[in-house]
């Protein structure tokens, strides 16, 4: 988790630099580094972004009414149908 939330650091710090180093960041290396070279600087920073959002994916998707669990796709391995879904919950809004 905690090296998700770096990554995703990483990903809005890089494209604040990258997109506006001249502005941000004083004249030097640093600062030219990441005006010629912005695309690369970009693409590691969606890179990050991809990363972090596959550390942070447990194909979890549940469904709660009033705190009581209706649907979990963790439980079926499946995604719930439309019709399906309308009947549990309209079974959990009548108990």
């Known amino acids: 988790m905690m090296l998700a939330q770096a ?20 004249t030097g290396k640093v600062s030219k580094f990441l005006e010629d070279n912005q695309m690369v600087v970009l693409g590691g920073c969606f890179a ?10 447990t194909g979890a998707f549940e469904i709660k009414y009033n705190g009581e669990l209706i649907f979990s796709k963790i439980d079926t391995g499946r ?4 019709p399906e879904l309308l009947e549990l919950l309209e079974a959990a809004v009548r108990s």
């Open 7 to 26: 990554l995703q650091m990483v990903f809005f710090g890089g494209l604040l630099f990258g997109i506006a180093g001249r502005l941000v960041l004083p």
């Open 48 to 57: 990050c972004n991809m990363i972090a959002g596959n550390l942070l994916n």
């Open 79 to 82: 995604f719930p149908e439309m």
